[in-house]
């Protein structure tokens, strides 16, 4: 069973900074490219950033410079560093495991974590 769990969300001051992590298990983690998303209240899911099986990264405009995604294949989990954390950043924030093979797609979501940035 594939499970991918987020945790370091909070509240946080505009400027200050947070690191979430997302710890997966059941699946060939260093296979996957993962992604970070979220989701402010009363707006869609949006893509934040990825990083590739390879170490590729790409950041949505909003959090470029103030984002930093990183993987540690050895212990099956991936980073999402911020700083410079405004208001606007406030959102659950999701990790997304994706693989695409010849035969299929698979995509894995974590359940979120809340971030709130107060000004």
């Known amino acids: 069973q594939v499970q991918l769990v987020e945790s370091g969300g909070g509240l946080v001051q505009a400027g200050g900074s947070l690191r979430l992590s997302c710890a997966a298990s059941g699946l060939s983690f260093s296979r996957y490219d993962m992604e970070w998303y979220r989701q402010a209240p009363g707006k869609e899911r949006e893509f934040v950033g990825a990083i590739s099986r390879s170490g590729g990264r790409r950041y949505s405009d909003s959090v470029k410079g103030r984002f930093t995604i990183s993987r540690d294949n050895a212990k099956n989990t991936v980073y999402l560093q911020m700083n410079s954390l405004e208001p606007e950043d406030t959102a659950i924030y999701y990790c997304?495991?994706?693989?695409?093979?010849?035969?299929?797609?698979?995509?894995?979501w974590g359940q979120g974590t809340q971030v709130t940035v107060s000004s």
């Open positions: 997304k495991a994706t693989l695409v093979t010849a035969l299929r797609n698979y995509d894995y």
